[in-house]
């Protein structure tokens, strides 16, 4: 699944920044398992962040087609859009933990 280095809108910058998510492990570790909900083009994988006893649950959004829902972004004639973003669910930022 490709993760775009993007924009603040979407992709790795997007998610690194915003959502402190600064490993490819985190994403990579939630793409390795089954898709948790479809809806069309767009993905969402499940996973779990784990530092000892601290845990947190991961989410990954896809978009698995060429377009983005809004129309916005295009990534070419036979390409997926890939990663949307990342982020650690019921908070804005992910712990500082989750990029050791």
């Known amino acids: 699944m490709p993760t775009r280095y993007g924009n603040g809108e979407l992709g790795w910058n997007h998610f690194s920044g915003r959502h402190n998510i600064k490993r490819c492990r ?5 793409l ?7 809806n069309g083009g767009r993905l969402e994988y499940y996973g779990v962040a ?6 947190v649950d991961v989410v990954v ?3 698995y087609a060429r377009r983005t829902a809004d129309g916005e ?5 036979g390409k997926k859009v ?3 973003t990342a982020y650690c669910k019921g908070v804005n ?3 500082a933990w989750i990029n050791q």
């Open 93 to 95: 930022k992910c712990p």
């Open 26 to 30: 985190v994403v990579e570790a939630a």
């Open 61 to 63: 959004i896809v978009q």
């Open 82 to 84: 890939g990663v949307i």
């Open 50 to 55: 784990r530092n000892g006893t601290r845990l």
């Open 73 to 77: 972004y295009d990534a070419g004639k």
């Open 32 to 38: 390795a398992g089954k898709v948790d909900k479809k």
